[in-house]
């Protein structure tokens, strides 16, 4: 166990629907990031937070936007959903943006869009 | 921006040999080089990693190699054992300011008893 969570562990929704994933990060980490797993792209960074800011912006489409609240757990939600977006979803969380090494994975949410 | 390419896509040994897994990369200002381990329906885990100012690194039976003037960068896997099977994924970025990875496409090991 990483120590990193992430809710719900599976969800199923329809194309055109609009969904919320909920990570929390490692007990005293400060940032937090985010990776999709798909058969079609393989694993793709999406996105980072330290400490409530926007550090990092991967391949994230305009449809997905994220956050990281006060109190460090961030959210990713991905809304107009496409058959395509059904993936596994992975957030991390470091202590540090400079610590990536110190990156630890969460179980993940597999997303299904029918 | 940054493109990794990983070879092969699928590797079998036997027990007890060695595994070698191969990434190149593109961007010379990637300095940061990870090595994730995810078996089946799990998480991906680091398993080592190497910045750019080391040639080697070595943690037991594993160790990684990087060639920056040629821009690939190795996975060594001695005495390989079935609990080894699984994907390996390599990832190259710049970490200090914005990191921002780009992962291969993976490696999936299989370790015969």
């Known amino acids: 166990d990483s120590g990193v969570t992430q809710t719900p562990k599976h969800l199923i929704t329809a194309t055109g629907q609009r969904v919320t994933l909920r990570c929390s990060p490692r007990s005293g980490d400060l940032s937090v990031y985010w990776y999709q797993q798909s058969l079609d792209q393989g694993l793709q960074f999406l996105i980072q937070y330290y400490n409530g800011e926007e550090r990092a912006k991967g391949n994230i489409l305009e449809r997905f936007s994220a956050q990281q609240f006060p109190d460090l757990h961030s959210e990713l939600n991905l809304s107009s959903l496409e058959l395509g977006d059904s993936a596994l979803y992975f957030c991390?969380?470091?202590?540090?943006?400079?610590?990536?090494?110190?990156?630890?994975f969460g179980p993940g949410t597999r997303l299904t869009v029918t | 921006g940054e493109n990794v390419e990983q070879h092969p896509s699928t590797l079998s040994v036997q027990e007890g040999d060695s595994a070698v897994i191969k990434c190149t990369y593109s961007?010379?200002?990637?300095?940061?080089f990870p090595w994730y381990k995810q078996e089946l329906g799990k998480r991906p885990q680091l398993i080592i990693d190497?910045?750019?100012?080391?040639g080697e690194k070595k943690d037991q039976r594993i160790a990684v190699t990087l060639n920056k003037t040629a821009k690939h960068f190795s996975l060594h896997i001695t005495e390989t054992q079935p609990e080894d099977s699984a994907v390996y994924f390599c990832?190259?970025?710049?970490?200090?300011?914005?990191?921002?990875?780009?992962f291969g496409r993976g490696t999936s090991l299989i370790v015969h008893p």
């Open positions: 991390a969380s470091s202590p540090h943006p400079d610590r990536v090494g110190e990156q630890y």
């Open positions: 190497i910045r750019s100012n080391v």
């Open positions: 961007d010379s200002a990637s300095n940061y």
């Open positions: 990832a190259a970025g710049m970490a200090g300011g914005s990191y921002i990875p780009t």
